[in-house]
């Protein structure tokens, strides 16, 4: 056996083998360097080249790409106010990883996203934080881990369903006033529809939009 016109010695991963009369060139493993073109020189018991024939193999080799994330986790939380969902996923092996999240409430299919689906990229660790989020919806997340060599299969697809706050305060109104001899402001509102609902009233002396 040769490739590039050099003959193949029985290295780690090549092995010779021997069936009846004929030698067999066996990868017990592959790597990117047993890409290539091989040939099959064959000679009669008298080593003969008048005999002599070749034929030619190629070995086309995949570039490994990393394989599926598994353990993908979704849970739920707000932020400013407003909601938003924390993903978590298992690291898959390799170096050089990052990995993106897709997500969409267009729940695609189970093995990838729709079009149109938005992501988050370029994720080393193993979690991120999706904000800015619609209330009381529901969300379907795909997660795939990139390398050099290109992106592996993406997540199976896992949703949940982003908490659903109170709306807006409104009818804010506040009165000047004092208490034992200091000012004070009175703050009222209407309250807003639900039950268990409590309130933060946050103030300032810079005139701001919010906060």
């Known amino acids: ?17 021997t069936s009846g009369p004929a030698r067999i060139l066996v990868f017990s493993t592959f790597a990117t360097s047993h890409a290539g073109t091989y040939s099959c020189l064959v000679k009669n018991r008298n080593d003969m080249t008048t005999t002599t024939f070749t034929t030619i193999y190629t070995v086309v080799l995949a570039t490994p790409v990393p394989p599926e994330v598994q353990g993908v986790n979704i849970s739920r939380s707000t932020s400013n106010g407003s909601p938003s969902l924390t993903v978590s996923w298992t690291a898959v092996p390799g170096s050089g990883i990052t990995y993106t999240v897709w997500y969409s409430t267009n729940s695609g299919t189970t093995a990838e996203p729709p079009s149109g689906a938005l992501n988050v990229s370029g994720i080393t660790g193993t979690s991120t934080t999706l904000n800015g989020l ?12 990139v390398s050099s060599d290109g992106k592996g299969p993406y997540s199976t697809r896992v949703s949940e369903i982003t908490f659903t706050g109170p709306s807006q305060v409104s009818g804010v109104t506040v009165t000047p006033s004092s208490l034992n001899g200091s000012p004070t402001l009175n703050v009222t509102w209407t309250s807003p529809t639900g039950s268990g609902i409590s309130y933060i009233v946050k103030y300032s002396t810079t005139n701001q939009a919010s906060p």
């Open 1 to 17: 056996w040769y490739t590039t016109g050099s003959r193949v010695e029985a290295t780690s991963g090549e092995v010779w083998t």
């Open 134 to 145: 619609a209330q009381g919806t529901q969300y379907y997340i795909w997660v795939v881990a």
